[in-house]
């Protein structure tokens, strides 16, 4: 399957020499397997261990505003990771427990992989003049965005939002912050 020049979908050939999963994955691009790879493996590098993340006992009530707020930036700072995949977590969540919103996915996904094909086959000429990838990928998001509507996108990406901001606050705020940090917390009175 040779791809056509300027082809986004079509693999290097660093991507085929490479083999493997990305060599048989028809990534954009401009967002490279390698990148992306490297970005998900940092990222799990970094990852701290599920069971400090949870651990209850590290939970308590901030004694003032200034010790929230520094807990909020150390936390964040500290589980990075660990907020990403809860995120990801969320978002795979509010995609299986809503079908509807699962076929639309299924549906969009599908429409630019068979303009992908298309293309490598044959150009696309409407009205006497050749229709290029980037429209026919305009065209499928133009159609496919009711879909998404009635799907119930919106209310899921707020969902997402709201629910992310909430765990995700709540754990960094009323989580003790790790290792000789807590000394910083100390405010003199004035």
């Not at 977590?89 to 809503?98: A, E, M, P, T, V």
């Not at 919103?101 to 299924?106: N, Q, V």
């Not at 969009?108 to 980037?134: C, D, M, N, W």
Request: aromatic share 12%; hydrophobic share 45%; with cysteine.
């Amino acid at each position: 399957m040779a791809g056509m020049p300027g082809d986004l979908f079509s693999p290097g050939a660093e991507d085929q020499a490479g083999g493997g999963l990305a060599g048989k994955l028809y990534l954009p691009k401009m967002i490279s397997g390698g990148a992306a790879k490297e970005w998900f493996d940092r990222r799990r590098s970094t990852i701290r261990p599920w069971a400090v993340f949870v651990d209850q006992r590290r939970f308590s009530k901030p004694k003032n505003l200034g010790e929230l707020c520094k807990r909020l930036v150390k936390n964040v700072e500290h589980f990075q990771s660990n907020y990403i995949f809860v995120l990801l977590g969320l978002i795979l969540y509010c995609i299986i427990s809503s079908p509807m919103l699962l076929i639309a996915l299924a549906v969009f996904l599908g429409a630019f992989y068979i303009i992908h094909l298309k293309t490598q086959e044959s150009k696309l000429v409407l009205l006497g003049r050749e229709v290029t990838p980037a429209h026919q990928y305009g065209l499928a998001s133009g159609v496919s965005f009711p879909f998404f509507w009635l799907a119930g996108a919106g209310s899921a990406v707020f969902w997402v939002l709201g629910a992310t901001i909430v765990l995700i606050g709540s754990h960094a705020g009323f989580r003790e912050i790790e290792g000789g940090d807590a000394d910083d917390l100390l405010m003199e009175p004035v």
